[in-house]
Every structure is written in structure tokens, then in C-alpha cells.
């Protein structure tokens, strides 16, 4: 969970990179956002993002504040109706139903990041009702294709499993949207991406993140961002976070005081290019 605050003059204007988490945006400035989807259709800033997006831009002319919620797709699949959602932008009433509206409105009215992170936390747990449930396999699938980054095999997970290799492709894809493959697929560019934004050379980052060659690195970056490894390295998006990104943390903080400032009063930081940005 994080809460932007973006107080400069020129426009806003940032991709958001794929990430392995449902991400909620909850825009609660006075001069709206909107968000771009793959095809280029604006739309309200209050959106549910899916798993592979493709091309999500966030933009604005003015100043404004935005929440944004990652959630894993084993939760999100235990407290969203997540079943037209991945790899597209959808409406939080399309997620959330008709709470959605009233939410937005209590965190904008809340008045201050603490109060607005713990209405989230107490909405999201109260969603947590035992009406929609994950198997266990599934979720132990998810946990071990996250925290092997994305270096595992389908075989071997649903032999740990206990399940067949085709109950397990169609149980995950059913709960969290994407098959194991393609899951996996996600996490490890998760895992490169990181690994260059923290100052890995393209090979490196190829080399730890399991990738064949730099060349199989940069085919992955380019289909699943549209853009190349070195991109990744440069470029502050939405998906910043203090431990993934530490050294552009440094450099925004270092910033030149004339550059607009995107402050993070919340628990991340959020940036266009050479931004100045304080926590």
C-alpha cells in the first residue's frame, strides 16, 4: 500500500510496469487522473489493474493524490471478483461492487495517509469472509513460483501438489488468472527488473534471473513492457518501491530543487523521471 502526493506544474504522464499483484488506484485529488488502457482509452483514475497489462499510463495535467493497493493474486482472488480482470484495467465498482463508490468517497474525506492506510486495511479485512476461497494447492503453487523467482517447474509443483499437471493448469488459472507458466513468467521478469534497478548489467540481471542470455532477457522486457532492459533501470515508475529501488531513491532525493516534486507521504514513492522526491 502506498500514497502518492504529485504537487508539480507539468503533466504527469507514467507507464505502469507489469507487476505480479492486482493493483488498485484510488484517485483522491481534486483534479481527476485518468488511466490510459493498452488500446489508448482514458478512463476515471479509481481502477483495478490486472496481473499483464498492456501499456497502462497513468496521466493528468494537474495536481493530485492517488492510493495505490497491491494485492497478491491469491488474495485478490479471495476478496475481488477478479474473473474479467487480468491483463486488463477495470472499474473498482467492477471489482469491489457497489462499496467501491463509498470507499472512494471516505478516503478522500479521511484527513490524513494514516487514516486513509487503515480505512483500506479495515475494508480489505472485512471482505475476508469466507465467500470466495483459493485452494490451498493453488495458493502453495503461487507462494513457491514467488519466492523461487519464477525458477520452477510446472511438473515438479504439482508433484508437490499431489495433483496432476492438468488439474493444477486449470485450478490456477481459474483462481489467480494466469497459468503457472505464465505466472512464473511474470515473477521472474519481477525478479530482472529489480535486479536492474539496482544497478545489475543487463547480463547480470539475465544470468540471476535464470534468463538463457541477455538476448532472452531482452526479448521478455520488450514483450511483456515494450521497452528494453536498460529502460527498466532508468525509468521511476508506479511500481517503485524503497527496497526494490534504492538507488533511484537516492538519485530522487538528490534531485535538483527546481524539478517538480512527487512526495510520498505513504509508505512508497511514485516519480517521473529525475524527480524530486522526499519519504
Known amino acids: 500500500m502506498a500514497g502518492f502526493r504529485y504537487d508539480g506544474t507539468d503533466p504527469v504522464d507514467i507507464s505502469m510496469v507489469a507487476h505480479p499483484a492486482v493493483t488498485l488506484l484510488f484517485d483522491l485529488g481534486v483534479?481527476?487522473?485518468?488511466?490510459?488502457?493498452?488500446?489508448?482509452?482514458?478512463?476515471?483514475?479509481?481502477?483495478?489493474?490486472g496481473l499483464l497489462p498492456d501499456d497502462v499510463r497513468l496521466t493528468g495535467s494537474d495536481p493530485g493524490e492517488c492510493l495505490q493497493v497491491r494485492l497478491s493474486p491469491v488474495l485478490a482472488a479471495r476478496i475481488l471478483d477478479t474473473s474479467a480482470l487480468v491483463g486488463t484495467v477495470a472499474g473498482l465498482d467492477d471489482v469491489l461492487g457497489p462499496a467501491a463508490g463509498q470507499l472512494s468517497a471516505d478516503l478522500r474525506d479521511a484527513g490524513s495517509w494514516d487514516e486513509r492506510f487503515d480505512l483500506m486495511f479495515r475494508f480489505l479485512a472485512g471482505r475476508l469472509d469466507g465467500r470466495r476461497t483459493v485452494d490451498p494447492e493453488v495458493a502453495y503453487v503461487w507462494q513457491q513460483i514467488h519466492l523461487r523467482h519464477g525458477r520452477s517447474g510446472v511438473h515438479a509443483l504439482a508433484e508437490e501438489t499431489g495433483w496432476s499437471r492438468q488439474r493444477l493448469w486449470s485450478r490456477f488459472r481459474a483462481q489467480v488468472g494466469l497459468s503457472p507458466k505464465q505466472a512464473a513468467r511474470l515473477v521472474r521478469f519481477d525478479h530482472a527488473a529489480r535486479l536492474l534497478a539496482l544497478g545489475s548489467s543487463p547480463a547480470e540481471a539475465a544470468a540471476r534471473a535464470g534468463y538463457a542470455d541477455q538476448p532472452h532477457l531482452t526479448r521478455e522486457v520488450r514483450s511483456i513492457v515494450g521497452t528494453t532492459p536498460v529502460d527498466i533501470a532508468t525509468k521511476p515508475w508506479l511500481a517503485i518501491d524503497q527496497e526494490a529501488w534504492p538507488t533511484l531513491m537516492r538519485q530522487a532525493a538528490d534531485g535538483p530543487p527546481e524539478t517538480p516534486r512527487l512526495t510520498a507521504p505513504g509508505r512508497a514513492m511514485l516519480g517521473r523521471a529525475a524527480p524530486r522526491v522526499r519519504c
Open 31 to 49: 483534479h481527476r487522473w485518468s488511466v490510459e488502457d493498452g488500446a489508448g482509452t482514458p478512463g476515471p483514475g479509481d481502477v483495478a489493474i
